[in-house]
C-alpha cells in the first residue's frame, strides 16, 4: 500500500496527503530508539487534533495503541526522556495527566495558529501520513482529569503499534529493518 497523495477529481494533479512532520533532528537523537519516536508521533497526531496541550497519560496511550488498559512503563519513561530533552512541553493539569505538546526542537514549540504549525525555516522533517495513525490504530479523543481517553476504530485491535510507526518515520534516515507489521501492512 502505498500512501503518498490522494486523487483530486476535479484536477488532474495529485493533493498532498494530511501528514504529521517529525523533525529530522528528534529522529537522529532517536535513532536507536524507535518507541521515543512512536510516543512523540502519538502527541503530534493529537496535537494537530485539538491544537493546543492534550491530556495524555502513559495508559491512554497503551491503550490506543495495544488496545488493552495498561500502566505502561516503557512509555512513561519515553514521555520524561522527550519532556526531559525538550522534544515535547508538558503542563501539569488538574489531575494525573500531564497536557502535552511536541517541538520543533528544545524551546521551539508547535504553533497551531500559524501555517504548517509555526514549523522554523531550516526544521527538516520526515511526513508520516495521517492515514498511517487514524487506519491502522485509530482514533483518540482525550479526556481530561481521570478519565480514559476514548479510542475509535473499526477494527478490533490496532494493527500497528508505537514501535512501528517510530520505524516508520526512521526509514527516511537510518538503514533500520522495517517490523512484520509494516511489511504487512505494505507501508513500507
Same mark, same amino acid.
Given at each position: 500500500?502505498?500512501?503518498?497523495?490522494?486523487?483530486?477529481?476535479?484536477?488532474?494533479?495529485?493533493?498532498?496527503?494530511?501528514?504529521?512532520?517529525?523533525?529530522?533532528?528528534?529522529?537522529?537523537?532517536?535513532?536507536?530508539?524507535?518507541?521515543?519516536?512512536?510516543?512523540?508521533?502519538?502527541?503530534?497526531?493529537?496535537?494537530?487534533?485539538?491544537?493546543?496541550?492534550?491530556?495524555?497519560?502513559?495508559?491512554? /496511550?497503551?491503550? +490506543?495503541?495495544?488496545?488493552?488498559?495498561?500502566?505502561?512503563?516503557?512509555?512513561?519513561?519515553?514521555?520524561?526522556?522527550?519532556?526531559?530533552?525538550? +522534544?515535547? /512541553?508538558?503542563?501539569?493539569?488538574?489531575? @494525573?495527566?500531564?497536557?502535552?505538546?511536541?517541538? +520543533?526542537?528544545?524551546?521551539?514549540? +508547535?504553533?497551531?495558529?500559524?501555517?504548517?504549525?509555526?514549523?522554523?525555516?531550516?526544521?527538516?522533517?520526515?511526513?508520516?501520513?495521517?492515514?498511517?495513525?487514524?487506519?491502522?490504530?485509530?482514533?483518540?479523543?482525550?479526556?481530561?482529569?481521570?478519565?480514559?481517553?476514548? @479510542?475509535?476504530?473499526?477494527?478490533?485491535?490496532?494493527?500497528?503499534?508505537?514501535?512501528?510507526?517510530?520505524?516508520?518515520?526512521?526509514?527516511?534516515?537510518?538503514?533500520?529493518?522495517?517490523?512484520?507489521?509494516?511489511?504487512?501492512?505494505?507501508?513500507?
Amino acid at each position: 500500500m502505498s500512501f503518498p497523495y490522494y486523487r483530486n477529481e476535479r484536477h488532474a494533479e495529485p493533493r498532498p496527503q494530511p501528514y504529521v512532520p517529525v523533525p529530522e533532528r528528534l529522529l537522529r537523537a532517536f535513532a536507536h530508539d524507535p518507541l521515543a519516536v512512536g510516543v512523540y508521533l502519538a502527541v503530534a497526531r493529537c496535537a494537530l487534533s485539538t491544537r493546543g496541550p492534550i491530556p495524555l497519560s502513559p495508559a491512554d /496511550i497503551s491503550d +490506543w495503541f495495544t488496545g488493552t488498559r495498561t500502566r505502561n512503563g516503557a512509555i512513561l519513561r519515553r514521555i520524561r526522556t522527550l519532556v526531559a530533552t525538550g +522534544w515535547l /512541553i508538558a503542563e501539569h493539569g488538574q489531575a @494525573i495527566k500531564l497536557r502535552l505538546f511536541p517541538a +520543533w526542537a528544545p524551546d521551539q514549540p +508547535w504553533n497551531p495558529d500559524a501555517p504548517q504549525v509555526g514549523k522554523p525555516t531550516g526544521v527538516r522533517v520526515r511526513r508520516v501520513p495521517l492515514d498511517l495513525l487514524d487506519s491502522y490504530v485509530g482514533r483518540i479523543d482525550p479526556q481530561p482529569g481521570r478519565r480514559a481517553a476514548l @479510542i475509535t476504530r473499526y477494527i478490533d485491535r490496532p494493527l500497528l503499534d508505537l514501535v512501528d510507526l517510530g520505524t516508520y518515520a526512521l526509514t527516511a534516515l537510518t538503514m533500520i529493518a522495517p517490523t512484520p507489521r509494516l511489511m504487512l501492512a505494505g507501508a513500507v
